[in-house]
């Protein structure tokens, strides 16, 4: 089955720029999703199809995916932004759907 | 708005069987395909099953095939996910989610139910 894999943590000071990936085999082919998930909540969808964003996701989240790896990039990083983050993708096999193991983003 | 409300987990002994509901509302549920996901205490987020708009076609992850079956009435807006031969690896907070695409799924989920608990335990 396809494997997404993400780097555990990620640390970032406000203001900077959170730079998250999600390596997969030639997943630059494949739509890669984002989804931000605070402690005790549901999943919030915040980039879909590489790089859209839902409404209501401010302009501060972007993604781009080309060759093996693709990136979730936070600019002028807040505290509120403090979560784990999970890039997904939908896989022709007899595993479909495909989670990375997640990356904790932490605001110093 | 929409709205997606997970009923039905709870505490089953190893070898149990459970079925799961998701009650939507806000949307068209006839014309979405719908998605179980599941997160065990602690880790990360599992894909387990989609059923396509209309039933016709379904997806499960190969940790549940066999076990799992995931079902939709689209006359109750409900989804449901029947849990059989339930193991203590599958305790997990279980969230149904919307396909962002209606009719041609395009397998990403745009909306999520706050979940709903099943342990596995004896």
């Known amino acids: 089955s396809y494997v997404l894999t993400q780097p555990p943590s990620v640390s970032v000071a406000p203001g900077q720029t959170a730079r998250i990936t999600c390596g997969g085999n030639?997943?630059?082919?494949?739509?890669v999703h984002w989804y931000q998930q605070k402690p005790g909540q549901a999943p919030v969808l915040v980039v879909y199809d590489d790089s859209d964003r839902p409404s209501g996701i401010p302009e501060r989240f972007s993604g781009s995916n080309s060759g093996n790896t693709a990136t979730l990039t936070i600019s002028r990083v807040e505290a509120g932004d403090e979560a784990d983050y999970y890039c997904q993708v939908w896989d022709s096999s007899s595993d479909p759907g495909v989670f990375g193991g997640g990356t904790k983003l932490t605001v110093l | 708005q929409v709205q997606l409300v997970e009923s039905g987990g709870g505490v089953v002994q190893p070898g149990g069987s459970l079925r799961l509901s998701c009650a939507a509302s806000?949307?068209?549920?006839?014309?979405?395909?719908m998605h179980w996901v599941r997160q065990a205490p602690g880790k990360g987020l599992e894909w387990v099953a989609f059923i396509r708009y209309d039933g016709s076609n379904k997806y499960y992850a190969d940790s549940v095939k066999g076990r799992f079956t995931i079902s939709r009435d689209n006359s109750k807006n409900t989804l449901y996910l029947q849990m059989n031969s339930l193991r203590a690896e599958d305790t997990a907070v279980y969230y149904c989610?919307?396909?962002?695409?209606?009719?041609?799924?395009?397998?990403?989920?745009?909306?999520w139910g706050k979940g709903t608990t099943v342990t596995v335990s004896s």
């Open positions: 030639n997943i630059g082919s494949k739509s």
């Open positions: 806000g949307f068209t549920f006839s014309s979405y395909g």
């Open positions: 989610a919307k396909d962002g695409s209606g009719y041609v799924p395009l397998y990403y989920m745009d909306v």
